[in-house]
């Protein structure tokens, strides 16, 4: 998976694509607003940065910026983009499991915004995981987002495919028949009884190999080292209360805001 996922985030389309994207996604948004007061006092590190979405807003606010991509021509596109603007910006190709360059405890707040902790093995999630821990400050602000399985699971028969439209009817079928294509042989078993899996979706043209996880196993899995674990839609502004909430099982992408635990 490694290596389509590096050459994707690596193909000049991608890099153009990602470059051209300026607006914070809903949950984003409603994070920025609850710390807009604390971010001038922030060092912030913005992981997987891809084209500087997340950049244009938040550097501004926070007291120190650095985003990184283990894409080099991520980066560079970035540092081409922001070469001209008045707020201080530094931007580095490391990639997430190995943040070496940075000592402990130097963060206050740390974003992996848009899935991009998903497109790595699940042990090398763990260890993105430590490495955030371990660069981030005792309560330190964790927000990211992850594709969701339950949602995954739900979407992938044929008659959620059924639209008004019967054109769009038959372009979701044929996305449906090669999802299936390109996963084989994974099968619905596999889908439903998965706590996480790693499947080809759509999304660049099923360029990717991508990490699905359960809302209730990602809350697990962020247990020994984080706390107040809060769940966003990736499209709303309110954070989701109740775990069996129909929502987790409808939307693709959910956000996850935690901290890192403090010593008692
Ligand atoms: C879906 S894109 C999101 C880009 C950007 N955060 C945004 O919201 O527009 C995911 C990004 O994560 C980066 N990425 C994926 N795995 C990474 C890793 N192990 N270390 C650093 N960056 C990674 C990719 O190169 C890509 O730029």
């Not at 604390?38 to 997340?54: A, E, F, H, I, S």
Request: contains cysteine; negative net charge; hydrophobic residues 40%.
């Amino acid at each position: 998976m490694d290596d389509r996922n590096s050459t994707t985030y690596a193909a000049a389309d991608i890099v153009n694509y990602y470059a051209q994207l300026n607006r914070l996604q809903p949950a984003e948004a409603d994070i920025l607003e609850r710390l807009r007061h604390q971010l001038p006092t922030m060092k912030m590190l913005d992981m997987g940065v891809g084209g500087g979405r997340t950049a244009q807003h938040f550097a501004p606010l926070v007291q120190q910026y650095v985003g990184i991509d283990y894409s080099a021509e991520m980066v560079t596109a970035c540092q081409k983009r922001f070469s001209t603007c008045s707020y201080a910006t530094r931007f580095e190709t490391a990639d997430a499991r190995d943040l070496s360059q940075f000592e402990d405890n130097s963060f206050d707040f740390i974003l992996f915004s848009f899935n991009g902790i998903d497109y790595v093995s699940h042990g090398d999630r763990l260890r993105i995981l430590q490495e955030i821990k371990r660069v981030g400050k005792q309560g330190c602000y964790f927000f990211f987002s992850s594709h969701n399985l339950q949602a995954l699971e739900r979407e992938m028969t044929w008659q959620k495919q059924i639209a008004p439209n019967p054109l769009k009817t038959y372009e979701n079928l044929v996305m449906l028949g090669l999802f299936w294509l390109f996963n084989r042989p994974m099968t619905r078993q596999l889908l439903a009884t998965s706590q996480h899996l790693i499947v080809r979706d759509e999304s660049h043209n099923f360029r990717l190999d991508t990490y699905y996880i359960r809302a209730a196993q990602q809350v697990e899995q962020l247990s020994q080292d984080f706390s107040q674990v809060e769940i966003y839609p990736w499209q709303s502004t309110e954070s989701i209360a109740d775990m069996d909430a129909a929502i987790m099982g409808r939307d693709l992408w959910l956000y996850y805001l935690c901290r890192i635990e403090t010593a008692n």
